[in-house]
C-alpha cells in the first residue's frame, strides 16, 4: 500500500473517531440544555454557543470523511456515456478541480482565521480563530484524499 493511502486511511481513521466524540459531545450539551431550560427553568447560557461550534466542526470535518468515502452525492449519466479515455481525463480535471477548491479553503481559511484571531466569544470566552482554524485543517485533509485519488487514479487504481 502506498505511503499516501496510508496516511489518508491513517487521518481518516483519527478523524472518524474524532467524529463521534464531538457528536457526543454535541448530545450531551443539547440534551443538558432542554433538560436544564425545561425541568429546572433555567437556561445554560454557554450551551448553544458551544453546539454551533461543535456543529461547525462536525461538518467540515464530516465532509472529510464523506469524500474519502465517496459518499458524496453526484451525478454521472454524462460520465458513464463516455468513452474510457474521455472519461479517465474528466476524472482527473474533476480531481485537480477538488485540489484547487481545498487549496482556497486552506488559504482563505488561514486568511479567515487571522482576520478573526482577536475576537473572542461571548459565551465561551474563546478565541474564535480556534474555532474557525477547522476551515484551513479539513482543507488539509481534503487535500491529502484528493492527492491520494489523483495518484490512484493515475496509476488505475481508481
Known sequence: MPALEKLSLTVNRWIEHLLFGLGLAMTIVVAAQ???RYVLN???FWSEELARYLLIWLSFLGASV???RKAHPGIDTLVAKMPPLLRERFA???HLVSLLLFGVM?????RFAY???L????ALYLP???VFSVIPASGFVLMIHGVNFLLKARRGDD
Open 115 to 117: 482576520f478573526v484571531r
Open 34 to 36: 432542554v433538560f436544564s
Open 106 to 110: 486552506i488559504f482563505s481559511g488561514c
Open 66 to 68: 464523506a469524500y474519502r
Open 42 to 44: 433555567q437556561s445554560l
Open 119 to 122: 475576537q473572542i466569544s461571548p
Open 92 to 94: 482527473d480535471a474533476v
Open 128 to 130: 474564535k480563530w480556534i
